[in-house]
């Protein structure tokens, strides 16, 4: 137990559908990320929130959606995905951004295993 | 951030020491580096980081070199739960340019076996 939880685990959707991800953390942090994981490719950063504000987004298409309505919870709106989008998608959080310390470890969350159709 | 190369796999004795090395000959003075491992299907998990001086826990050890142009994380007594792979990263902390990024690699696929 990381203290950073996802739902759903597994996710099957078809490219019509509207889904979202939900990513809650119980440690206290103001720093979320979203990454994604595709088959045989390294994780990739997606978008990053700061006290509920989004500080990147790493050139998603406008078919994934985050939310960030407090610094415990973090969404991932999805709509008309294309099979390529099936991957691992990771939550992520840490104490805050931009602090002047040496300690800032990412604690992620399980994952959510989406499958598009 | 720097860029860091590893080898792409590794065997490890269940009961012996684990020395996966990492090359980042381009780290800056402000980088640090950072051991992440991933077990199949799970999230990412943080091992242990380092500016440069060797640290340890009850995880494992980090070894940096003197020119701070590589590193070696230790599992000083492998076990089979230890199989998963195993990323370094550098990258800024704190002050203005930390973004929180962490940029994965391929990293190393350790399997530790009986």
């Known amino acids: 137990e990381t203290g950073v939880t996802q739902t759903p685990r597994h996710l099957v959707m078809g490219m019509t559908n509207k889904k979202s991800l939900k990513c809650e953390q119980h440690l206290g942090h103001n720093a979320m990320y979203w990454y994604k994981q595709s088959a045989k490719k390294p994780l990739e950063l997606m978008f990053v929130y700061n006290f509920k504000e989004q500080t990147e987004n790493n050139s998603v298409p406008s078919r994934f959606s985050p939310e960030c309505p407090n610094s415990s919870h973090l969404f991932l709106h999805l709509h008309t995905l294309q099979p390529e989008d099936s991957a691992l998608y990771l939550c992520a959080s840490s104490l805050s951004l931009f602090r002047l310390v040496d300690y800032n470890e990412q604690f992620f969350g399980p994952g959510t295993r989406l499958t598009v159709l | 951030d720097a860029k860091t190369t590893q080898p792409p796999s590794m065997d490890c004795a269940e009961g012996r020491a684990a020395n996966l090395p990492c090359n980042h000959s381009?780290?800056?003075?402000?980088?640090?580096v950072y051991w992440y491992r991933q077990i199949h299907s799970q999230g990412p998990q943080y091992i242990i980081h380092g500016l440069k001086n060797n640290e340890t826990n009850e995880m494992a050890s980090l070894i940096i070199t003197e020119d701070r142009k590589s590193s070696t994380l230790i599992l000083p007594h492998a076990t089979l739960r230890d199989t998963a792979v195993y990323y370094c990263?550098?990258?800024?902390?704190?002050?203005?340019?930390?973004?929180?990024?962490?940029?994965f690699g391929q990293g190393t696929t350790l399997q530790v076996k009986p």
């Open positions: 381009t780290i800056s003075g402000n980088e640090y």
């Open positions: 990263i550098v990258r800024v902390v704190g002050g203005s340019s930390n973004t929180g990024k962490l940029i």
